[in-house]
């Protein structure tokens, strides 16, 4: 399931674009991946996020 509504974490703000229509950064999706036991690529995801970049999404 695909949602339209869209996070700014700079303003915290909520968008229908990809972009914040205030301040211009790049918007995410507001709701976190749905957890699975059997997640292949849930090693790499906590990486990233470890090392910093929160751009997932």
Sequence with gaps: MRSLIR?????NDYTLDES???CGSKSRNPVPAR?????R?????RKL???G???NG
């Design 7 to 11: 996070f700014c974490p700079s303003c």
């Design 20 to 22: 914040c229509h205030r």
């Design 35 to 39: 957890y699975s036991p059997e997640d």
């Design 41 to 45: 690529y849930g090693h790499y995801r």
């Design 49 to 51: 996020i470890k090392e």
């Design 53 to 55: 970049d929160h751009s």
